[in-house]
């Protein structure tokens, strides 16, 4: 019953930032942990990081250099990205989990990604 729409993509130098954005429809936005997923060409889709509430969780290659927030008044969820590299360059996809369960979360809703790509 959630639609995701994701925003903010763009073209960025290495060692610049961006903020992705997630849109989520519904009342019980607050409900659900979101999650964000990448995917570069030719490469599988990957996990980058995921709030349930107010606790967060990064995948190794993003931590430190991205952050996950949320406004529940707005039915959004950002991703900061800070100290970009040219492997960061993926579409980026928001999804939400009625269960979060940490790392082997199941997420039952995807967005239709947006294209980062960054330069060096």
């Known amino acids: 019953q959630v639609q995701l729409v994701e925003s903010g993509g763009g073209l960025v130098q290495a060692g610049g930032s961006l903020r992705l954005s997630c849109a989520a429809s519904?009342?019980?936005?607050?409900?659900?942990?979101m999650g964000w997923f990448r995917q570069a060409p030719g490469k599988e889709r990957e996990f980058v990081g995921a709030i349930s509430w107010s606790p967060t969780y990064y995948a190794d290659s993003v931590k430190g250099r991205f952050t996950i927030s949320r406004d529940n008044a707005k039915n959004t969820v950002y991703l900061h990205m800070n100290s970009l590299k040219p492997e960061d360059t993926a579409v980026y996809y928001c999804?939400?989990?009625?269960?979060?369960?940490?790392?082997?979360?199941?997420?039952?809703?995807w967005g239709q990604g947006t294209q980062v790509t960054v330069s060096s």
């Open positions: 999804a939400a989990a009625r269960n979060f369960r940490g790392r082997l979360t199941e997420y039952d809703y």
């Open positions: 519904g009342r019980t936005f607050s409900s659900y942990a």
